[in-house]
Protein backbone atom coordinates (compact mmCIF):
# COMPACT_ATOMS: atom_id res chain seq x y z
CA UNK A 1 0.00 0.00 0.00
CA UNK A 2 2.66 2.40 0.67
CA UNK A 3 4.51 2.13 -2.69
CA UNK A 4 0.89 2.00 -4.62
CA UNK A 5 0.99 5.75 -2.72
CA UNK A 6 4.58 6.57 -3.54
CA UNK A 7 3.99 5.86 -7.18
CA UNK A 8 0.31 7.62 -7.25
CA UNK A 9 2.15 10.10 -6.18
CA UNK A 10 4.98 9.97 -8.70
CA UNK A 11 2.34 9.76 -11.63
CA UNK A 12 0.82 13.02 -10.23
CA UNK A 13 3.60 14.71 -10.36
CA UNK A 14 4.89 13.63 -14.13
CA UNK A 15 1.58 15.02 -15.12
CA UNK A 16 0.84 18.31 -13.39
CA UNK A 17 4.69 19.05 -12.09
CA UNK A 18 6.03 19.62 -8.46
CA UNK A 19 3.30 20.59 -6.47
CA UNK A 20 4.05 24.67 -4.80
CA UNK A 21 3.63 26.17 -1.51
CA UNK A 22 1.36 24.75 1.29
CA UNK A 23 1.06 21.28 -1.02
CA UNK A 24 4.95 21.14 -1.64
CA UNK A 25 5.23 21.65 2.17
CA UNK A 26 3.37 19.17 3.69
CA UNK A 27 4.74 16.56 1.07
CA UNK A 28 7.84 17.35 2.21
CA UNK A 29 6.84 17.06 5.78
CA UNK A 30 4.81 13.82 5.48
CA UNK A 31 7.75 11.93 3.45
CA UNK A 32 10.13 13.19 4.53
CA UNK A 33 10.16 12.01 7.93
CA UNK A 34 9.71 8.28 6.63
CA UNK A 35 12.76 8.47 4.83
CA UNK A 36 14.90 6.38 5.71
CA UNK A 37 12.12 3.92 5.87
CA UNK A 38 14.65 1.08 6.16
CA UNK A 39 13.03 -0.44 3.14
CA UNK A 40 14.86 -0.65 0.16
CA UNK A 41 12.00 -0.32 -2.29
CA UNK A 42 10.27 2.54 -0.87
CA UNK A 43 13.51 3.75 0.20
CA UNK A 44 14.18 3.99 -3.76
CA UNK A 45 10.89 5.97 -4.12
CA UNK A 46 11.18 8.29 -1.46
CA UNK A 47 14.78 9.23 -2.36
CA UNK A 48 13.35 9.76 -5.71
CA UNK A 49 10.40 12.04 -4.86
CA UNK A 50 12.07 13.99 -2.15
CA UNK A 51 14.62 15.38 -4.80
CA UNK A 52 11.54 16.30 -6.75
CA UNK A 53 10.57 18.04 -4.21
CA UNK A 54 13.86 19.75 -3.45
CA UNK A 55 14.22 18.35 -0.01
CA UNK A 56 17.18 20.04 2.00
CA UNK A 57 17.58 16.94 3.96
CA UNK A 58 17.34 14.28 1.25
CA UNK A 59 21.31 14.79 0.30
CA UNK A 60 22.92 13.75 3.89
CA UNK A 61 20.35 10.68 4.51
CA UNK A 62 20.52 9.64 0.67
CA UNK A 63 24.38 9.66 0.75
CA UNK A 64 24.56 7.42 3.77
CA UNK A 65 22.30 4.64 2.48
CA UNK A 66 24.73 4.86 -0.71
CA UNK A 67 27.63 4.00 1.42
CA UNK A 68 25.81 1.49 2.99
CA UNK A 69 24.47 -0.52 0.19
CA UNK A 70 24.31 -4.19 0.37
CA UNK A 71 24.64 -4.04 -3.55
CA UNK A 72 25.79 -1.79 -6.50
CA UNK A 73 22.44 -1.43 -7.81
CA UNK A 74 21.41 -0.01 -4.57
CA UNK A 75 24.39 2.38 -4.46
CA UNK A 76 24.11 3.57 -7.69
CA UNK A 77 20.57 4.16 -7.56
CA UNK A 78 20.91 7.15 -4.82
CA UNK A 79 24.30 8.14 -7.00
CA UNK A 80 22.12 8.46 -10.05
CA UNK A 81 19.03 10.36 -8.07
CA UNK A 82 21.55 12.68 -5.95
CA UNK A 83 23.03 14.06 -9.52
CA UNK A 84 19.45 15.83 -9.74
CA UNK A 85 19.81 17.28 -5.82
CA UNK A 86 19.90 21.07 -6.06
CA UNK A 87 19.48 21.61 -2.08
CA UNK A 88 20.99 20.10 1.08
CA UNK A 89 24.57 20.24 -0.32
CA UNK A 90 27.94 21.46 2.02
CA UNK A 91 31.24 21.34 0.66
CA UNK A 92 31.87 17.99 2.30
CA UNK A 93 28.61 16.24 0.71
CA UNK A 94 30.19 17.35 -2.31
CA UNK A 95 33.31 16.18 -1.91
CA UNK A 96 31.49 12.51 -0.60
CA UNK A 97 29.70 12.64 -3.48
CA UNK A 98 32.25 12.72 -6.34
CA UNK A 99 34.87 10.90 -4.41
CA UNK A 100 32.54 7.64 -4.89
CA UNK A 101 33.54 8.02 -8.42
CA UNK A 102 37.13 7.20 -8.42
CA UNK A 103 36.47 4.93 -4.77
CA UNK A 104 33.16 3.00 -5.83
CA UNK A 105 33.61 -0.43 -3.72
CA UNK A 106 33.42 -3.36 -5.53
CA UNK A 107 30.45 -4.58 -7.18
CA UNK A 108 28.08 -6.86 -4.89
CA UNK A 109 24.70 -7.98 -6.79
CA UNK A 110 21.98 -10.21 -5.54
CA UNK A 111 21.23 -14.26 -6.49
CA UNK A 112 18.41 -12.98 -8.70
CA UNK A 113 20.67 -10.78 -10.56
CA UNK A 114 23.85 -13.21 -11.02
CA UNK A 115 21.21 -15.76 -12.10
CA UNK A 116 19.79 -13.92 -15.32
CA UNK A 117 23.70 -14.37 -16.01
CA UNK A 118 24.03 -17.99 -15.55
CA UNK A 119 20.87 -18.94 -17.25
CA UNK A 120 22.38 -17.49 -20.39
CA UNK A 121 26.20 -19.06 -19.46
CA UNK A 122 27.85 -15.96 -18.34
CA UNK A 123 29.04 -14.44 -15.23
CA UNK A 124 27.62 -11.40 -14.06
CA UNK A 125 29.54 -7.67 -15.65
CA UNK A 126 29.02 -3.97 -15.47
CA UNK A 127 29.14 -4.33 -19.34
CA UNK A 128 31.82 -2.07 -21.49
CA UNK A 129 29.62 0.83 -21.49
CA UNK A 130 29.42 0.39 -17.87
CA UNK A 131 32.38 3.62 -17.48
CA UNK A 132 30.23 5.85 -20.15
CA UNK A 133 27.25 5.66 -17.70
CA UNK A 134 29.00 6.95 -14.60
CA UNK A 135 30.91 9.56 -17.03
CA UNK A 136 27.41 10.74 -17.83
CA UNK A 137 25.78 10.60 -14.32
CA UNK A 138 29.18 12.36 -13.45
CA UNK A 139 28.20 15.57 -15.33
CA UNK A 140 24.80 15.29 -14.72
CA UNK A 141 25.98 16.49 -11.49
CA UNK A 142 28.40 18.65 -12.29
CA UNK A 143 25.26 20.43 -14.13
CA UNK A 144 24.11 21.68 -11.50
CA UNK A 145 27.58 23.22 -9.63
CA UNK A 146 28.73 26.82 -10.17
CA UNK A 147 31.82 27.97 -11.98
CA UNK A 148 33.64 28.41 -8.60
CA UNK A 149 32.25 25.45 -7.39
CA UNK A 150 33.49 23.73 -9.89
CA UNK A 151 37.14 24.78 -9.78
CA UNK A 152 36.86 24.16 -5.74
CA UNK A 153 35.60 20.73 -6.60
CA UNK A 154 38.17 19.98 -9.29
CA UNK A 155 40.41 17.79 -7.46
CA UNK A 156 37.70 15.79 -6.39
CA UNK A 157 35.62 15.63 -9.88
CA UNK A 158 39.03 14.32 -11.24
CA UNK A 159 39.94 12.03 -8.33
CA UNK A 160 43.59 14.13 -8.19
CA UNK A 161 42.99 14.18 -4.66
CA UNK A 162 42.67 10.49 -4.25
CA UNK A 163 44.97 7.73 -3.92
CA UNK A 164 44.06 5.01 -5.86
CA UNK A 165 42.58 2.22 -4.35
CA UNK A 166 44.21 -0.80 -4.94
CA UNK A 167 40.83 -2.93 -4.99
CA UNK A 168 40.18 -0.57 -8.35
CA UNK A 169 43.34 -0.37 -9.78
CA UNK A 170 43.58 -2.62 -12.84
CA UNK A 171 47.87 -3.12 -13.46
CA UNK A 172 48.61 -4.85 -16.80
CA UNK A 173 50.00 -8.53 -16.19
CA UNK A 174 53.86 -8.66 -16.84
CA UNK A 175 54.30 -9.39 -20.07
CA UNK A 176 57.61 -12.07 -21.25
CA UNK A 177 60.40 -10.54 -22.67
CA UNK A 178 60.31 -11.18 -26.08
CA UNK A 179 62.33 -10.37 -29.67
CA UNK A 180 61.22 -9.14 -33.17
CA UNK A 181 60.51 -12.38 -35.17
CA UNK A 182 59.25 -9.95 -38.08
CA UNK A 183 57.90 -6.72 -38.90
CA UNK A 184 54.92 -8.75 -40.32
CA UNK A 185 53.35 -7.26 -43.23
CA UNK A 186 49.39 -7.91 -44.70
CA UNK A 187 51.36 -10.04 -48.11
CA UNK A 188 52.76 -12.00 -45.63
CA UNK A 189 50.28 -13.25 -44.04
CA UNK A 190 47.17 -12.52 -45.56
CA UNK A 191 47.14 -15.62 -47.87
CA UNK A 192 47.61 -17.94 -45.06
CA UNK A 193 44.08 -16.59 -43.32
CA UNK A 194 41.56 -19.19 -42.71
CA UNK A 195 43.91 -22.47 -42.92
CA UNK A 196 42.75 -25.52 -41.27
CA UNK A 197 44.42 -26.75 -38.32
CA UNK A 198 44.71 -23.19 -36.31
CA UNK A 199 44.40 -23.24 -32.62
CA UNK A 200 42.31 -21.03 -30.98
CA UNK A 201 43.92 -22.27 -27.64
CA UNK A 202 47.05 -21.18 -28.54
CA UNK A 203 45.95 -17.60 -29.72
CA UNK A 204 44.04 -17.44 -26.80
CA UNK A 205 47.51 -16.97 -24.78
CA UNK A 206 48.83 -14.52 -27.62
CA UNK A 207 45.78 -12.60 -26.69
CA UNK A 208 46.72 -12.66 -23.21
CA UNK A 209 51.27 -11.69 -23.78
CA UNK A 210 50.07 -9.05 -26.10
CA UNK A 211 48.14 -7.60 -23.13
CA UNK A 212 45.08 -7.33 -25.22
CA UNK A 213 43.16 -7.80 -22.68
CA UNK A 214 44.18 -4.70 -20.66
CA UNK A 215 42.50 -2.29 -23.25
CA UNK A 216 39.97 -4.64 -25.44
CA UNK A 217 36.54 -6.51 -23.74
CA UNK A 218 36.24 -9.92 -24.84
CA UNK A 219 33.01 -11.92 -23.24
CA UNK A 220 33.44 -11.00 -19.57
CA UNK A 221 37.01 -9.89 -18.98
CA UNK A 222 39.20 -6.93 -20.47
CA UNK A 223 39.00 -2.92 -19.86
CA UNK A 224 37.48 -0.57 -22.18
CA UNK A 225 40.18 1.47 -23.79
CA UNK A 226 39.63 0.39 -27.04
CA UNK A 227 36.86 -1.42 -29.19
CA UNK A 228 34.38 -4.25 -27.45
CA UNK A 229 35.61 -7.80 -29.37
CA UNK A 230 32.43 -9.69 -28.28
CA UNK A 231 31.63 -11.57 -31.49
CA UNK A 232 34.61 -9.77 -33.15
CA UNK A 233 34.11 -12.92 -36.22
CA UNK A 234 30.25 -11.76 -36.90
CA UNK A 235 31.39 -8.32 -38.04
CA UNK A 236 34.51 -8.23 -39.27
CA UNK A 237 36.36 -10.57 -41.70
CA UNK A 238 39.64 -12.68 -40.83
CA UNK A 239 41.52 -10.19 -43.33
CA UNK A 240 39.44 -7.09 -41.52
CA UNK A 241 41.49 -8.40 -38.27
CA UNK A 242 44.35 -9.42 -39.44
CA UNK A 243 45.32 -5.24 -40.70
CA UNK A 244 43.78 -3.86 -37.28
CA UNK A 245 46.52 -5.89 -35.57
CA UNK A 246 49.16 -5.19 -38.06
CA UNK A 247 48.33 -2.01 -39.20
CA UNK A 248 46.30 -0.12 -36.37
CA UNK A 249 45.66 3.50 -37.24
CA UNK A 250 44.44 2.58 -41.04
CA UNK A 251 41.02 3.00 -39.62
CA UNK A 252 40.54 4.96 -35.94
CA UNK A 253 37.22 4.65 -34.47
CA UNK A 254 35.79 8.00 -33.35
CA UNK A 255 34.86 6.80 -30.27
CA UNK A 256 38.38 5.82 -29.54
CA UNK A 257 39.98 8.61 -31.04
CA UNK A 258 43.28 10.11 -29.08
CA UNK A 259 43.41 14.06 -28.94
CA UNK A 260 46.90 15.61 -29.83
CA UNK A 261 47.45 18.67 -27.31
CA UNK A 262 49.91 21.44 -28.58
CA UNK A 263 51.05 23.20 -25.16
CA UNK A 264 52.28 26.66 -25.28
CA UNK A 265 55.86 25.84 -24.14
CA UNK A 266 56.24 23.88 -27.13
CA UNK A 267 55.64 20.43 -25.92
CA UNK A 268 52.96 17.86 -27.34
CA UNK A 269 50.80 15.32 -25.27
CA UNK A 270 48.24 13.08 -27.18
CA UNK A 271 45.78 10.67 -25.17
CA UNK A 272 42.51 9.93 -24.85
CA UNK A 273 40.35 12.62 -23.05
CA UNK A 274 38.44 10.56 -19.72
CA UNK A 275 37.27 13.77 -18.02
CA UNK A 276 37.35 17.62 -18.38
CA UNK A 277 35.94 20.42 -15.94
CA UNK A 278 35.99 23.91 -16.10
CA UNK A 279 39.69 24.80 -16.03
CA UNK A 280 41.32 21.43 -17.23
CA UNK A 281 41.76 18.17 -18.92
CA UNK A 282 42.19 14.79 -17.85
CA UNK A 283 44.33 12.95 -20.39
CA UNK A 284 44.99 8.99 -20.49
CA UNK A 285 48.28 8.93 -21.65
CA UNK A 286 49.15 5.24 -20.89
CA UNK A 287 46.19 2.80 -21.37
CA UNK A 288 48.47 -0.31 -20.44
CA UNK A 289 49.36 1.29 -16.96
CA UNK A 290 46.38 3.81 -16.49
CA UNK A 291 48.60 6.71 -16.98
CA UNK A 292 46.64 9.95 -16.65
CA UNK A 293 47.63 13.45 -17.01
CA UNK A 294 45.83 16.93 -15.94
CA UNK A 295 46.39 19.92 -19.17
CA UNK A 296 45.58 23.43 -17.43
CA UNK A 297 43.21 24.65 -20.11
CA UNK A 298 45.30 27.96 -20.27
CA UNK A 299 48.72 26.08 -20.94
CA UNK A 300 46.83 24.74 -24.61
CA UNK A 301 47.43 26.39 -27.47
CA UNK A 302 45.67 24.09 -29.84
CA UNK A 303 44.16 21.04 -29.82
CA UNK A 304 43.06 18.33 -32.85
CA UNK A 305 41.85 14.77 -33.47
CA UNK A 306 45.21 12.68 -33.47
CA UNK A 307 45.04 10.02 -36.62
CA UNK A 308 47.57 7.80 -35.09
CA UNK A 309 45.82 4.62 -33.04
CA UNK A 310 46.24 4.18 -29.17
CA UNK A 311 47.44 0.61 -30.18
CA UNK A 312 50.82 0.31 -30.78
CA UNK A 313 52.63 -0.44 -34.43
CA UNK A 314 54.46 -3.89 -34.02
CA UNK A 315 52.20 -5.41 -31.32
CA UNK A 316 52.50 -8.64 -32.65
CA UNK A 317 56.11 -8.19 -34.34
CA UNK A 318 57.09 -10.37 -31.16
CA UNK A 319 55.45 -13.70 -32.26
CA UNK A 320 55.52 -16.06 -35.05
CA UNK A 321 53.44 -16.34 -37.94
CA UNK A 322 51.78 -19.17 -36.80
CA UNK A 323 50.94 -17.33 -33.64
CA UNK A 324 49.29 -14.01 -35.26
CA UNK A 325 47.23 -16.15 -37.41
CA UNK A 326 46.00 -18.09 -34.34
CA UNK A 327 45.70 -15.02 -32.95
CA UNK A 328 43.52 -14.07 -35.43
CA UNK A 329 41.35 -17.28 -35.67
CA UNK A 330 41.01 -16.89 -31.75
CA UNK A 331 39.30 -13.19 -32.31
CA UNK A 332 37.21 -14.43 -35.13
CA UNK A 333 35.58 -17.61 -33.51
CA UNK A 334 32.26 -17.29 -31.40
CA UNK A 335 32.97 -15.77 -27.90
CA UNK A 336 32.36 -18.51 -25.55
Same mark, same amino acid.
Given at each position: ?????????????? @????????????????????????????????????????? +?????????????????????????????????????? @???????????????????????????? %???????????????????????????????? $???????? %????????????? @?????????? &??????????? &???????????????????????????????????? $?????? @???????????? $????????????????????????????????????????????????? $?????????????????????????? %????????? +???
Amino acid at each position: QVLLMLRVIEVAIA @RHGVPEGELRTLALQKLGRQFPAGSWAIDRELSSLLVALDS +PEVVAAALKLRDEAPTQAEAIHYQSVLAKAHSGWTPEL @RRRYFIWFHRRPEPTSTAEYERWFAEVG %LKPSNGASFEGFMKAMKHEAMAGLSDGEKGEL $AAWITGAA %LTPSPTRANPAPE @RPARVVVSHW &KMEQLEPKLGE &KGRDTTAGRKVYGEAQCTVCHRLGNEGGAVGPDLTG $AGARYS @RADLLRSLLEPS $AVVSEQYQATLFSLKDGETVAGRLVDETADRFVVLVDPLTGGRMEIRKS $AVQSREASHVSPMPEGLVDTFSADEV %LDLVEYLAA +PTP
